[in-house]
């Protein structure tokens, strides 16, 4: 009989397209892949490690499946997993811990699923920083993530991506283009370039982003193609032209600023000060007004006072962002930050979180507020238990219509009408048949 096997994702855009790779290795011969809220003989966990909070949910995680699954084989693969091995090992069930570089290699490992004793670890401490492991998720029939760049040279004094994924490292344009024909053929209607410094794409081939968008954009067939995020110093005013002119693109830009302060920049070793975030901002509105545009941003980071803190709160107030992603400092053992003087108490890291979250909710509100009344192509997703289907817009606006059995999956014309309390927008259906 088939071994059931299911597979649980922590963390970023890039884990979800890896984690799909990684299960298309098991032979469907001899594995059944099956939900993780089921019962399985096999579990994958593909972890993060980018906060003290995400290994804590890890853990949690880990211990949870094994408490509804005593008698299945565990496997912790992924960043968690590359840092912390002997950690992960310790958790009782645990049976097998892979790293970064070994984690593609899991159903070799995973060939004797008998329990173990002893949990087996394979985690080089060095990272393979001249291999690419090609990813793209499947099975979602609306949009894939496609893994086209791995790792990061910036090395921020808080950051332990470099220790967990390696140098930065892409595949050629050519390889990532086969790639995305292959997605575009399943069925699938929008790709979302995943990565850990996906500006950085093309240092590794003597090849550049803009060039990367152009290929994908001539692909017959891609409906959307949407970035997951850019650091603000390697959006190019080229880039943003590209985006504002190529209806393939989605005009929905993510920057990571992570403080609004110029001296806490500098002490987390970011490549750009607060007025180069600022221009990269204005310059999206000019070009694409209704554009979304999100920040992430670390509040109570080492020597961050109550004055730098406001100085970042009156500095994102005076931005036309739609949305942040609001982020607590936490201490990564083996960083600069870590050993920081100026540590900021927990109570006030979570003060200064809690306004900013605040902020982000009005300025998401504004946003979609701002929309009521336009036409947008949504792309429908996902369905709901009270029979309603919920899709995205170009600019990254949830919208909900009553379900229709030909909606998932198509691209419609749809009015947006009034603001709902889940962070979502009504809508009315205009285009009855796919854009």
Not at 33 to 48: E, K, Q
Not at 243 to 268: A, R, T
Not at 378 to 396: A, I, Q, R
């Amino acid at each position: 009989m088939k071994k059931r096997v299911a597979f649980h994702t922590l963390g970023c855009k890039l884990n979800f397209a890896e984690t799909s790779t990684i299960a298309r290795s098991f032979p469907e011969e001899l594995f059944e892949r099956v939900s993780p809220d089921s019962h399985a003989d096999i579990f994958v966990i593909n972890t993060c490690s980018v906060t003290d909070a995400a290994d804590r949910k890890c853990r949690q995680t880990v211990r949870k499946i094994i408490h509804h699954n005593p008698g299945a084989f565990v496997a912790v693969v992924g960043c968690y997993a590359q840092l912390r091995p002997e950690e992960a090992a310790t958790i009782e069930g645990v049976d097998l811990v892979l790293g970064t570089s070994e984690k593609f290699d899991i159903a070799a490992y995973a060939d004797n699923l008998n329990k173990r004793v002893t949990p087996e670890i394979h985690s080089c401490e060095t990272i393979d920083n001249e291999g690419f492991m090609s990813s793209w998720s499947a099975g979602d029939r609306t949009r894939s993530f496609l893994k086209v760049q791995d790792g990061c040279d910036y090395h921020c004094s808080y950051c332990t991506i470099p220790k967990a994924r390696g140098r930065s490292r892409n595949p050629l344009i050519s390889e990532i283009t086969g790639e995305a024909r292959e997605i575009v053929a399943s069925g699938v209607k929008e790709i979302v370039l995943t990565g850990v410094n996906v500006g950085d794409f093309g240092k590794s081939t003597g090849e550049s982003l803009e060039e990367l968008l152009k290929e994908l954009v001539s692909i017959k067939g891609l409906a959307r193609l949407r970035l997951s995020s850019i650091e603000p110093n390697l959006l190019t005013d080229s880039i943003i032209e590209l985006i504002s002119s190529e209806p393939v693109l989605m005009p929905h830009i993510h920057m990571p600023l992570q403080s609004g302060n110029d001296k806490i920049l500098g002490l987390m070793r970011r490549r750009y000060n607060r007025s180069l975030f600022s221009d990269r901002v204005t310059r999206i509105r000019e070009l694409m007004p209704h554009a979304g545009i999100g920040a992430d941003v670390i509040v109570g980071f080492p020597g961050e006072k109550d004055e730098d803190y406001e100085d970042t709160y009156r500095f994102l107030e005076g931005l036309p962002l739609s949305y942040l992603h609001v982020f607590s400092f936490s201490p990564r053992p083996g960083t600069p930050a870590a050993d920081m003087t100026g540590q900021v108490r927990a109570s006030d890291r979570e003060h200064r979180s809690r306004r900013l979250i605040k902020l982000s909710g009005s300025r998401r509100i504004m946003f979609m507020r701002s929309a009521s009344g336009t036409v947008h192509d949504v792309l429908f997703e996902k369905s709901s238990d009270n029979g309603l289907l919920s899709g995205f817009t170009e600019n990254y606006i949830r919208t909900v219509v009553p379900f229709r059995e030909d909606l998932p999956g198509t691209v419609r014309k749809v009015k947006l009408t009034t603001l709902r309390d889940d962070a979502a927008m009504d809508g009315e259906l205009i285009e009855t048949t796919p854009v």
